[in-house]
């Protein structure tokens, strides 16, 4: 019997063991790769190309100096990782986070201000494009700062133009122009279906924002207003696509579009002759469909108001530190050798984007694998380039207007109902965001 | 004395469940029956609020519809996943050359991630390019637009649920094989032919295997997530495949709202419980177990 016990206790002992190892392991092994440096976690979004270029931006700074290690990990689901790991206690000292989730974590109390930090190491507001900087306070506070950013502008497959819009000058500026630009390049097989669209406006990067195109916004100050005339109107517009080409049409056509990365994407298979999206997607181009004829404009502007011109929606990738981050200097560190001119326009370059530094090189233009860079560039310091709503509700408003154009498209309510409905659920969220996560 | 020793053995043996069962198990489920009577949202301490959360799933039309369209996935994907693995196994259960070989390759499938799977059936059932649609295109048949068409969006995933029957199918071949071949040979005797062996031998001998393949397939069904969560982001089209483990996921980690979908959470508790516990119930004459 006591061979059984001793047995019994071994197991247990071995056990729990296995336990406190699981348990200490993540952070012991973060901590104490190599004795001589101090170790800094860094969780980061990317796979494939975009990983492999951030990764030769941590071994350049891990080569540059002998202190400092930045333990680079590629996370899935990293929004959601790093919000239970700071609340564990037990964040990365690094976080690649999507600008739209600043608001939603300075909210929630788990980010680090990094205004100390920027004073004493030179850098701040004048460095950056104003609307990416933007981007990264609330509040009057800073919470990150950028790595590859990106702002939205029209690809236009050349081989489906008619040939009077063929070239960007002779493209279409104003929304008139545009929707006859669609009317006269869509094409239909002698069936009737629909062959090629010149374009569909729920498709792409920024296919969520369209008031902001008529001068409108989700909110009014601190009110959803996503029903306002504005939105309406946008939305109108948007629907009347569906409207044009015929809802069934218009669903079954889509239904044939394939994977965004891949050479099925509708843009590269020819299903559409213009796709919104951003500098990147030149990347998408080169990968899958090398031999596509493209160039790329700005979005049209409304008739009549030359003030809305050059809107462009952007986001960026962004660096922030946790709060609870067990070396916030030596992270900082690091998000501050990224945000050298030659260094941001490396990682830039590798991932297709355009910079977010005030100051851009004419290397970086001119040798950067997107030919059309200087627009998005360009695009990105217009007074029109607008990001997310801060509000910590951002993902729920674009949930519930996405599935508003939805029912509307599939002919299940009017625009305006459709959007009273998502006015009235999205007001209520706020309300209760307000309450639980703002305490007021 | 030595009774004493013995129980203080067992126990000690029974040790490492015991913890984990309370670590692991018990105390998550505990916070989170405790969570749902608060405001919780993560990084701020829980905030009690009583049955406000309750409540406030009363009127949340998104939740009812998210409930609606998993009871209705549930109500097609179990019977059909049901029947076809019971008629897989019968066949998997013939004398044939090469049985090993095919039982393999019919459980093969549920191995596959379901992301992995998720992505497959996008392109099987790609309006345009899929195979699907080729296919019923080439004997006349209609082409539907089954990613971006609520009729047919809820559809898609009842087919693809069939693909993992791979389990269940594997629990009806025991189950088969253990039916007496006396019984088979009292019923050749009697002079019954496939059907009527099948009907009043193989069914009541399975009967408990099918019990418990359609209450696990009841509880795996209400929790769907990984296949319309890939497939089919934000439940489009218009939420119609917006399922109650979406809504729930969006909430506690989008919304960051962890008291509500707790809440959820123990309504879908409640919803499953009373489910099985009316599937038993139901079952109760029907379900033959040997020896009484």
Redesign the interface.
């Known amino acids: 019997?006591n061979a059984?016990?001793a047995k019994?206790?071994t197991?247990?002992g071995i056990?729990?063991a296995g336990?406190f190892a699981l348990v200490g392991s993540e952070r012991a092994a973060s901590r104490q790769a190599n004795s001589d440096r101090i170790v800094v976690t860094y969780w980061e979004k990317w796979t494939g190309d975009e990983m492999r270029a951030m990764q030769h931006v941590v071994n350049a700074f891990n080569s540059s100096q002998n202190r400092i290690e930045v333990r680079y990990l590629s996370i899935s689901g990293i929004?959601?990782k790093t919000?239970?790991a700071?609340?564990g206690g037990n964040p990365p000292d690094v976080a690649g986070l999507w600008s739209d989730q600043v608001v939603?974590f300075a909210d929630?109390?788990?980010l680090l201000p990094l205004d100390d930090f920027a004073r004493a190491s030179g850098i701040g507001e004048k460095d950056y494009i104003p609307a990416y900087w933007n981007e990264m306070t609330y509040h009057g506070k800073l919470y990150a700062f950028p790595t590859s950013p990106g702002t939205s502008a029209l690809y236009v497959n050349r081989a489906l133009m008619p040939p009077e819009y063929d070239s960007p000058a002779k493209f279409p500026k104003t929304l008139s122009g545009f929707d006859q630009f669609v009317k006269r390049a869509s094409r239909r097989s002698a069936n009737g279906t629909l062959e090629t669209a010149a374009f569909l406006p729920r498709d792409g990067f920024g296919s969520g924002s369209w008031p902001y195109m008529f001068g409108a916004s989700f909110v009014d100050g601190e009110k959803i207003d996503v029903n306002s005339p504005g939105n309406l109107k946008a939305w109108e517009w948007v629907h009347s696509f569906a409207l044009r080409f015929g809802v069934r049409e218009t669903?079954?056509?889509?239904?044939?579009?394939?994977?965004y990365s891949s050479p099925?994407n509708p843009f590269l298979s020819g299903k559409l002759a213009t796709l919104m999206d951003g500098p990147w997607f030149s990347n998408y181009i080169r990968l899958y469909s090398p031999k596509t004829d493209w160039f790329a404009v700005p979005l049209p502007y409304p008739d009549g108001h030359p003030e809305l011109k050059g809107y462009t929606v952007l986001n960026l990738n962004t660096l922030m530190i946790p709060r609870g981050s067990k070396h916030a200097k030596e992270a900082f560190e690091f998000v501050r050798f990224v945000q050298r001119q030659d260094v941001m326009e490396k990682l830039c370059t590798e991932q297709f984007c355009n910079s977010p530094l005030t100051n851009v090189s004419q290397k970086f233009l001119k040798g950067h694998p997107n030919k059309f860079i200087w627009l998005f560039d360009q695009l990105a310091r217009s007074p029109r380039a607008v990001g997310p709503v801060k509000l910590?509700?951002w993902?729920?408003i674009g949930?519930e207007v996405?599935?508003a154009v939805?029912?509307m498209d599939?002919g299940?309510a009017s625009p305006k109902a459709a959007l009273d409905i998502a006015e009235a659920?999205l007001t209520e969220?706020w309300a209760?965001?307000k309450?639980?996560?703002l305490?007021r | 004395m030595n009774h004493r020793?013995d129980q203080r053995?067992g126990i000690?043996?029974a040790?490492?469940w015991i913890?984990g069962f309370t670590v692991f198990l018990a105390y998550p489920l505990m916070s989170s029956l405790y969570y749902s009577f608060t405001?919780f949202?993560?990084?701020?301490s829980p905030?009690w609020i009583g049955t406000a959360n309750y409540r406030e799933l009363i009127g949340d039309?998104?939740f009812h519809q998210s409930l609606m369209n998993t009871l209705l996935f549930a109500s097609a994907s179990v019977p059909l996943a049901t029947i076809f693995a019971i008629l897989l196994a019968l066949l998997l259960n013939t004398k044939t050359k090469g049985m090993a070989f095919y039982r393999t390759i019919f459980y093969i499938p549920s191995l596959v991630p379901m992301v992995a799977l998720g992505?497959l059936w996008?392109?099987i059932f790609?309006?345009?390019?899929g195979l699907l649609n080729e296919g019923l295109g080439k004997v006349g048949l209609p082409t539907p637009?089954?990613?971006?068409?609520?009729a047919w969006s809820k559809w898609t995933l009842v087919i693809i649920s069939i693909w993992g029957t791979g389990n269940a199918m594997v629990i009806y071949l025991a189950g088969l094989q253990d039916v007496p071949q006396s019984l088979y040979e009292a019923a050749d005797i009697d002079g019954a032919k496939a059907w009527g062996k099948t009907r009043h031998v193989t069914i009541p001998m399975i009967s408990p295997v099918i019990l418990f393949n359609v209450v696990m397939g009841i509880i795996g069904s209400l929790q769907t997530f990984a296949l319309p969560y890939v497939m089919f982001p934000?439940g489009?089209?218009?939420?119609s495949t917006y399922f109650f483990s979406m809504y729930l996921y969006?909430t506690a980690?989008?919304?960051?709202?962890m008291?509500y979908a707790s809440a959820m959470g123990w309504v879908m508790f409640a919803i499953t419980l009373a489910l099985t516990l009316l599937a038993l119930k139901l079952s109760a004459k029907h379900v033959h177990y040997e020896g009484g």
């Open positions: 019997m059984a016990v019994g206790l197991t247990c056990l729990a336990l929004a959601e919000l239970l700071t609340s939603q929630a109390g788990a669903q079954s056509f889509r239904s044939g579009f394939g994977n099925q910590g509700i993902g729920q949930q996405g599935n939805d029912v599939l299940q659920r969220q209760n965001y309450q639980q996560v305490n | 020793r053995v000690l043996f040790l490492p913890l405001n949202s993560v990084l701020r905030h039309k998104v992505v996008l392109w790609n309006g345009h390019y637009p089954w990613l971006t068409d609520p934000g489009q089209p218009a939420r969006d980690f989008l919304f960051q709202r008291g």
